[in-house]
Structure formats: structure tokens, C-alpha cells
């Protein structure tokens, strides 16, 4: 499919060298690097998956992230949340993520936004960006950000995590897949990880393949997962491809 990003930005020689390694990838190339350099990705949570998808797109050299997250880093946080650790107790999410972001990836900036997404702030903080990354654990706030991707036709990854299973998949309007489509009756409520549990090491694998489809749809490299979702059962070691049916 076409990239999202449709002018490649130039890269310096600091940025080739950096990128060297993800350039010589058949197929890749310095356009698709300098499409990464010009994008604007906005990830909605930085908790558990939201972590390893900011980390993994600053490294890739996306131009821009914007981290929305109201939430402080807890001690139960640090079993799965890797991106922060004992020094960043109490902090706030979003700015000790831009912190760490920073210092991995300078050449990139980031953009801490400490705030919920609600239906009056959805679109003003989605508005400037060119893919949405869903990573948040709350049902609300999920349709709330499916909703104004829908209505500003931005490609949104969606992952989700419980327990010992996951699953991914990328909704945009433009191709008729939208979260109601992946939910058509949604549940009143899901279980909390301090209910189920979360097995740490899945939120990695999960949020990178989250990482990877982002970067898929910014340089038109590869086959996307839309219309298909990606569920993976960690504790036996599958990964199944399910059909997505969107609208026509």
C-alpha cells in the first residue's frame, strides 16, 4: 500500500550513520528512513505496550512522538513497564518517557502530554498526527481515541494485552476497519491486569509488533495488518492470523 508519509524528509550524516542498519534492509532504503524522519506519531498510554512501542520508534528514528498518559509510575508498574525503573517512582509517565526517549534518541523529539484523552481533547491532541498508537488499558478511553481517528481518517494500531495472551491489528476509516468492527458489541467493563495479571515479557513482544506496523504504514514498506488481527498465546508459543471483516 502507498506510505502514509508521502515526502521523505533529507537525512544528515549523523542520521545515516545512526540508521545504517535498518537502511540496508532490501527495500528499505534512506526514502523510507527519511519518511520516518518526517512523520508525526502520537502513542496514546506508555505503560506496558506503549513502552516498547516509544522506544523502538525513537530508536527507528520516527521524527516526532507525542506520549499521552496521565498516570505516575507505580512500583507494581516496573514488572512489565521497563521503560522506567526506581528512579522515576512518583513521576509522571509521560514526561520520565520523554526523558528516556531523549537520552536513546536525540536526534528525535518528543513531545510529553500528561493528560487524558477525552472526547473535548481527542482531536485537538490527534490532530498534527500522521499514525495513532492505541496502547491503553481502559475500555473508555479506547473509544474515545477510535472514534476521533475515525473522523480524522488516521490510521490507528491497536494492541491489546491479558493475562498471557495478545493480539494487534491496524483500524483506519479509509479502508472501512474500525474498533467497531474489532468490538461490535463492546463489553460494559474488562478485567484489570491487577485482576488477571499481565505477563511482563509478552507487553514487549506485543508492543513490537505494534512498533513494526507503524512503521510499516509510515514508509510503505511491507503488508500492514489491516483487515487481519494478530493473536498471540505466549504460554504455547502460537500466533494465529484471524480475518478482520470491515465495511465495504
Known sequence: MQPVIAVPEPLTEAERERYQRTMAIDGFGEEAQGRLKAATVCCIGA??????????????????????DDDVVEERNLQRQTLYGNATLGASKADAAAAR????????????????????????????????????DNLPTRLVVARACQRLDLPLVFGAVQA??????VLWERHGMALSDLFPDPPRSCPTASEVGVLGPMTGWVGSVMATEVVKLLTGVGEPLLGRVMYIDTLRARVVELPLAGRS
Open 47 to 68: 505503560g506496558g505496550l506503549g513502552g516498547p512501542v516509544l522506544q523502538y520508534l525513537a530508536a527507528s528514528g520516527v521524527g516526532r512522538l507525542i506520549v499521552v
Open 101 to 136: 526517549l531523549a537520552d536513546l534518541n536525540p536526534l528525535v523529539e518528543v513531545i510529553p502530554v500528561p493528560l487524558r484523552v477525552t472526547q473535548e481533547t481527542a482531536e485537538e491532541i490527534l490532530g498534527d498526527c500522521d499514525v495513532v498508537v492505541d496502547a491503553v
Open 164 to 169: 498471557v495472551n495478545g493480539q494487534v491489528t
